[in-house]
């Protein structure tokens, strides 16, 4: 089953130069999952056209555009990668008949091929069911180079939610890897809000001894003691998968998202954390998901998230 659909050069666009000084004159767009297998690093953009774990999840609608929005943001951004780094869209991975679980394996297997061929997965949803496929692929990387996966979402919930009717959906990423994995599960969740949390989730949490911070000290007046939890985080693992939900952010900065909140957390802290991850070298794989262009304003969730890439990327690749 083809569930893949190959990359429009449409999504790249931005201002002409004779010189490579936008993205998206820098971005090849690749087709078939045809990834380049030479040992040189590069940057692999895969995107998830799904939303079918939002809908399980009773979120809004809409995620299944937010791949082609933050192309199309983060292609007009100005490049200051190194020249001779290929940046690799290979299209996105899309959801038939409702059947989720195909798209998984498809991202799972594309993920763990990504970085066998010194690739930077980053990986544009879609819902956020995106991790489990994603982290599903990254651990079994690490896995086999007996080394230790460490997993930071940025995020209002925890996504530890049980399956619905024994199948999983945006809520419950999280939760599958740790059933799946359940000596390597290494999970750190930042700016939860108890008020988008049931206690039964921090009891989840607290029972695959789970570490997070809550929204009340996700503040950048507490970085002493968020830089110290991060630390003794990325201290504990070998290799890092930072997961983004744009749902986390307050929706006065994101309000095009499945779950808007109010309450989240601004830029400012979240990009203070980007930073402090990338700087310990051990970051591999990146998603940014939940992303609802239906519900954005101006492009503002777009913009965010195409500009968290953007750093992101660049704090890694240049020095």
Not at 73 to 79: D, E, H, K, P, V
Not at 103 to 116: G, N, P, T, W
Not at 303 to 310: D, K, Q, S
């Amino acid at each position: 089953m083809n569930l893949n659909q190959n990359p429009s050069p449409f999504h790249w666009a931005g201002r002409k130069s004779d010189q490579i000084e936008y993205w998206h004159q820098a971005v090849q767009t690749i087709s078939n999952l045809n990834l380049n297998q030479d040992s040189t690093k590069k940057i692999g953009i895969l995107g998830y056209s799904g939303e079918e774990g939002v809908i399980r999840n009773q979120g809004r609608i809409g995620t299944i555009e937010g791949p082609s929005a933050i192309r199309k943001i983060l292609g007009s951004i100005a490049l200051h990668l190194p020249e001779n780094l290929p940046i690799l869209d290979y299209g996105d991975v899309f959801t038939l008949d409702q059947n989720m679980e195909s798209s998984h394996e498809i991202i799972s297997k594309i993920a763990y091929d990504m970085l066998s061929t010194n690739h930077f997965p980053v990986l544009l949803g879609g819902g956020h069911d995106l991790a489990y496929a994603h982290g599903r692929g990254v651990m079994n990387f690490v896995k086999e180079k007996n080394e230790r996966l460490g997993i930071i979402n940025l995020d209002a919930h925890f996504d530890l939610r049980p399956l619905v009717k024994e199948k999983g959906h945006s809520g419950s990423p999280f939760f599958q890897l740790a059933e799946e994995f359940p000596e390597d599960f290494n999970y750190l969740a930042l700016g939860i809000q108890r008020a988008a949390n049931p206690r039964s989730l921090f009891k989840a949490a607290e029972k695959l001894k789970a570490r997070y911070i809550v929204m009340e000290d996700f503040r950048l007046h507490n970085w002493e003691f968020i830089q110290e939890q991060i630390l003794w985080f990325i201290d504990s693992v070998d290799k890092i998968y930072l997961s983004i939900d744009m749902d986390g952010f307050s929706s006065a900065f994101a309000p095009g998202v499945s779950a808007p909140s109010p309450m989240g957390f601004n830029p400012q802290i979240a990009f203070k954390v980007f930073e402090l991850i990338v700087k310990s070298k051990k970051l591999i794989s990146l998603d940014v998901v939940e992303l609802n262009p239906q519900f954005d304003q101006d492009n503002a969730t777009a913009r965010l998230a195409a500009r968290a890439v953007e750093y992101i990327v660049r704090k890694k690749f240049v020095s």
